[in-house]
């Protein structure tokens, strides 16, 4: 099949920005170029998308979600979770290892992949896991799970605390050149916190996570990748401290990537006063000067990716209590309007935000996507970056509802998602689930 979209203002971060026309023959990008549609013949295989008026650019490349599948299917199954994925734009994602059983054998990848194929939606990666369980005792076989698909090694919400077994992590995932992510908590300075260590937390009663919790672990992450030379990335970076080492470690030439969510760089602290557990993540919400630091690292690129952490719960889950509701939210058809936010902001240009959602995180990993250069994956995005839409959890394609997000006016919207070259997204109005 041939298919070709006209008329779009085409973003291939680094390759291309301006209006063009993209060929698409069997899958994968065959031509941009302006005014291609003038120079090809009409023919009855020949089928045409006008995106007059849109952005034309990669697919969004997620490194950072949950998709619960298997073991936790009541909040989230690979399906759902891909639907979610190619609604906000996201045509590959990258699963965490924290299902039931852990994703440390090549079993549980496998099931992965294979539900994953099942869907005709995104395309998903599994990230395995550092140890056996994720307990942080025992590494995994490694080796095994990249040979049958890993693209990365995680044990994600549980930090690995045993620096010895982080360096003889690192140094295994070296012979694959896997990225190795740890979620930087020391679990004995956040003990059972809730939100962010501050006056917020102390006015609400709350048990607090201080910012050095993160910082100290990053601190040793970034020494043990320099001493290593293991590639490092690290996730959901939120705090002033954490960015200021990381821009000084890439100074030093140490092999790491960083991540920011979209709402560590979107909401405060301030989002908990009123105990609403749609605002409970880990690492919490810190304060403006964190949000600040936060938006300074993506501005000189010393944080490369905008990635979601799409954390799907219960609804019955978030009603608990705040301290004892579950950690985080759903992210996928949100991440987009929030990280246009910053062009409006002036932190970012168009194209960078663009990269920050393509080209870096698939460079991140070195994955064959993000990008619009012929003879790749036909994986495409058509958006509207002016189209107005209000959140309403309802409507979300996700399994889950929980997000802090609900009843705002967000700017910018997905028309149009296509993975090789066939569309399994467009806009069309939603009904209540």
Known sequence: MTLLITHGHVIDPGRWNGEADVLIHDGRIKAVEPKLHAKLEQSASLTTIDATGLIVCPGFVDLHVHFREPGFEYKETIATGSAAAVAGGFTTVCCMPNTRPVNDSRSVTEFILAQAALTKKARVLPIGAITKGSKGEEL???GELYEAGCVAI???GMPVMNSLVMRRAMEYASAFTLPVIDHCEDSHLSQ???MNEGLVSTELGLPGI???AEDVMVARNLALAE?????LH???VSTAGSVRMVREAKARGVAVTAEACPHHFSLTDEAVRSYDANAKMNPPLRTDADVLAVKDGLRDHTIDVVATDHAPHAVQEKQWPFDSAPFGIIGLETALPLTLNLVEEGILTLEQAVAKLTSAPARAFN??????????AADLVLLNPNASWIVDPAQSYSLSRNTPFAGWTMKGRVEKTLVGGAVVYETLPRQPR
């Open 140 to 142: 995994a076989e490694i």
């Open 154 to 156: 995680s044990d994600d």
């Open 192 to 194: 059972d916190g809730s």
């Open 210 to 212: 201080p910012n050095a």
């Open 227 to 231: 001493f290593t030379g293991a590639r």
């Open 234 to 236: 690290l996730p959901h």
């Open 367 to 376: 994955l064959p996507y993000g990008t619009l250069a012929p003879g790749t």
